[in-house]
Structure formats: structure tokens, C-alpha cells
């Protein structure tokens, strides 16, 4: 069965960087776009960052552009997620997901996504 684990999260100062990773098992990893979503308690699910399978082109969520990095080893079935100057408001439960149909213009809605993990806290502290 289609298994996403992530990795990497923990606390970390203001300023500070963390690297999350997400091991795919169980799927033809090159035919998955790729996507990280985060949430917080009483929320719902925020798209941050997606990867698209074939092309790799990325997509970010507007306030995290240039500070975290998307990138994927298809070789190593993993996507990871850079983050670096982290913020306080980047706190939350971050979220790997997979999709192998969703079409680019939903890149951002969680709905759109067939396969999540079961998450991983990143707290920054302030």
C-alpha cells in the first residue's frame, strides 16, 4: 500500500533552518507530484510549497518563497523541504502529499491530493 512518511521536523530558534524529508513507498514515485501542506490547531490544511512530477517545476506559497526550497531525488522516492529563516508563524504540523492526476491549477487545494503522511511538528520559538 501507498505509504508517505516525513522526517525532520523538531524546534528550532527564529532564524534557524530545518530540512524535512518524505519517503514515498508503495508508488511509481516519477509519476507523483509532490506537495508539503502545513496546519495548525483550529485551521485548515495551507498549501506551502509542490513539486510537479516530469517537469519539476515548483510552486510556493507566497510567504515562504525564497526561504524554503522544494526539491525531490526520484532515484531516492523522497521529496524534501529546505526551510531556512524560519519564523514563528512557520509553527504548525507540516504535511508530505502525492497525487498522480491532479491537474496543475489545483496545486494549492489539499483536496486535490490522493495519498498524505502522517506529519511532522516544526516549532520555532521566538
Known amino acids: 500500500q501507498v505509504q508517505l512518511v516525513e522526517s525532520g521536523g523538531g524546534l528550532v530558534q527564529a532564524g534557524g533552518s530545518l530540512r524535512l524529508s518524505c519517503a514515498a513507498s508503495?508508488?511509481?514515485?516519477?509519476?507523483?507530484?509532490m506537495a508539503w501542506f502545513r496546519q495548525t490547531a483550529g485551521k485548515e490544511r495551507e498549501f506551502v510549497a509542490a513539486?510537479?512530477?516530469?517537469?519539476?517545476?515548483?510552486y510556493y506559497l507566497d510567504s515562504v518563497r525564497g526561504r524554503f526550497t522544494i526539491s525531490r531525488v526520484n532515484a531516492e522516492n523522497k521529496v524534501y523541504l529546505q526551510m531556512n529563516d524560519l519564523k514563528p508563524e512557520d509553527t504548525a504540523v507540516y504535511y508530505c502529499?502525492?497525487?498522480?492526476?491532479?491537474?496543475?491549477?489545483?496545486?494549492?487545494?489539499?483536496?486535490?491530493?490522493?495519498?498524505w503522511g502522517q506529519g511532522t511538528q516544526v516549532t520555532v520559538s521566538s
Open positions: 513539486i510537479w512530477k516530469y517537469s519539476g517545476n515548483s
Open positions: 508503495g508508488i511509481t514515485f516519477r509519476r507523483y507530484s
Open positions: 502529499a502525492a497525487d498522480s492526476s491532479i491537474i496543475l491549477s489545483d496545486y494549492a487545494r489539499h483536496t486535490a491530493y490522493d495519498y
